[in-house]
């Protein structure tokens, strides 16, 4: 049973969206509903995400639209060091400190700001060791950031019992149909 799930993926520019105004935002946001919706219904308790910009901020969003029906549902925020937003412009960073804010948990991994990226390892091994799986927004078509931690998540599955979840291309596309005949 999956208790609690990891969320990540890819950042807003490496997709090409650059504002939350973007369509595809909407599409991803509903790919991840879709896919929390099941696991609360088998019994999903945390979602975890580190805060980066792109689908974990949008996880969040739908995390806490789920709450309303789903109270017992709860996020954790657990970033690779502190103060991650320091360099971010003042719009994400306000997006962030609500994300923040509205958190049921919040820690940073290495409790100390930027040395290097190594934290970021540290961080996404944390993370994968205390939860039970992984939902990976990811399409091995359109390598990114995300290509990293896949490949930690596919070493520890090889000697852990953990389950790794993706939502790729395909998925995405069939959720945009979905959402074009709805509006129709």
Avoid: C
Avoid at 154 to 178: F, G, R, S, T, V
């Amino acid at each position: 049973m999956i208790k609690t799930v990891f969320v990540t993926g890819y950042r807003p520019h490496e997709l090409g969206i650059f504002n939350d105004k973007h369509p595809g935002v909407l599409i991803i946001k509903k790919a991840i509903e879709n896919q929390l919706r099941m696991l609360v219904d088998a019994g999903l308790e945390w979602v975890v995400i580190s805060g980066q910009q792109g689908v974990e901020t949008w996880t969040a969003q739908v995390v806490l639209a789920l709450q309303e029906e789903f109270p017992e549902l709860k996020y954790s925020l657990i970033t690779p060091f502190l103060e991650q937003e320091k360099n971010w412009n003042e719009q994400k960073r306000e997006t962030y400190m609500q994300i923040v804010s509205k958190a049921n948990f919040v820690t940073s991994v290495t409790r100390r700001p930027y040395e290097a990226p190594w934290q970021f390892i540290e961080k996404d091994k944390f993370i994968i060791d205390n939860t039970d799986a992984m939902l990976l927004v990811y399409d091995e078509d359109n390598e990114g950031s995300p290509k990293y931690v896949l490949k930690l998540v596919e070493k520890y599955m090889d000697a852990h019992k953990y389950e790794l979840l993706k939502i790729n291309a395909y998925d995405l596309q069939m959720i945009a149909e979905e959402m074009q005949r709805e509006d129709w």
